[in-house]
């Protein structure tokens, strides 16, 4: 077999050995690729003599992959996307068709924060395709990092080489809880009315969120029973809306399930979320983002959420 130094793996290649990993056949493959069977036998046997081992063992006319196979697929799923991207704006660029954006986005923003801006950006940017990413923050940076996502929106990032961030909004957190909950006859709710009470919280992973939590809790004093657990700030509300407890909540989501069960209140903390606006330093320059980015923090300044009006601050 040729020594992989001196080739250089083609697109194909690899596309055609992840269609017959998520398949399990060339046929699969060759359908998935618009190609013929022979085809994707032929780029499987090119792969194989370019990396210098053995991909399938061939077994009375299946591919059983071998254990290289599946340590390779692994490196393979991590790299796609970006491969993917590659050739989605060589496409892009060859055909003159419209050039378009990778989002990667809160989840909880991307329900309520992006609609708004996509609505504004559409006004005069109405053809641009745009993929959205809904991640949490480390998956976040990771797609920022590797340069599979043109813009993210997300909480607040630690300084990082190559990346540009900027304060977008800062917000207070609520309390919510289920319509006809005891809590709700108050005008603010404070640490120690938690005491004893069964709540929606964070998943002990560490997250900043996890621990300004406790920090207020433990300070009053207030052991509260988590009867459930949870890292996502939609599904916090919905274990609310379900009544499964109370829970201290960020204030995007409120605006959608005010009207499916859960009632809001002010929360007595120090507790600020702060949202960034960031993107990789070499796309800074590109135009289609920069008006992006405009449009970004035109929405974030004017946008109103439950709660209050978040306060917006100028790189």
């Known amino acids: 077999m040729r020594h992989l130094g001196a080739y250089m793996l083609r697109f194909r290649q690899i596309e055609a050995f992840r269609y017959l990993m998520q398949t399990g056949s060339s046929v699969g493959a060759a359908r998935q690729m618009h190609v013929t069977q022979p085809a994707i036998s032929r780029l499987i046997a090119d792969l194989e003599s370019d990396v210098g081992f053995a991909l399938f063992d061939r077994n009375k006319g299946r591919l059983l992959p071998t254990p290289a196979a599946i340590r390779f697929y692994r490196a393979v799923e991590e790299n796609f996307l970006g491969l993917a991207r590659l050739k989605q704006v060589a ?17 909880v923003l991307s329900t309520v924060l992006l609609p708004a801006v996509l609505r504004e950006f ?7 395709p745009v993929d959205i990413y809904a991640q949490n923050t480390p998956e976040i940076l990771a797609r920022l990092q ?5 813009v993210a929106l997300g909480l607040a990032l630690p300084p990082v080489a190559g990346i540009e961030t900027e304060a977008l909004l800062e917000t207070p957190v609520l309390c919510a809880m289920p319509v006809g909950h005891p809590l709700s006859r108050l005008d603010l709710v404070r640490p120690k009315d938690l ?3 069964a709540m929606v919280g964070w998943l002990p992973d560490g997250s900043a ?10 300070k009053a004093g207030v052991r509260p029973h988590y009867l459930v657990r949870t890292h996502t700030a939609h599904t916090r509300y919905a274990m609310v809306a379900n ?12 605006q959608i399930w005010q009207a499916n069960g859960v009632v809001l209140r002010p929360f007595e903390s120090n507790i600020r979320y702060q949202y960034m606006l960031a993107y990789p330093s070499a796309g800074a320059s590109t135009p289609l983002l920069a008006e992006f980015c405009d449009t970004v923090r035109k929405v974030a300044k004017s946008l109103k959420l439950v709660g209050g009006t978040p306060a917006y601050q100028e790189k």
């Open 146 to 150: 590797d340069r599979k996502a043109d």
């Open 195 to 197: 005491d004893g009470l």
């Open 243 to 254: 009544g499964f407890g109370v829970s201290i909540v960020e204030p995007f989501a409120a």
């Open 91 to 107: 496409d892009t660029i060859r055909q003159d068709t419209p050039e378009s954006l990778v989002v990667a986005c809160l989840p």
């Open 209 to 218: 969120a996890y621990r300004e939590e406790q920090m207020i809790l433990d």
């Open 122 to 128: 559409y006004r005069y940017r109405p053809t641009v």
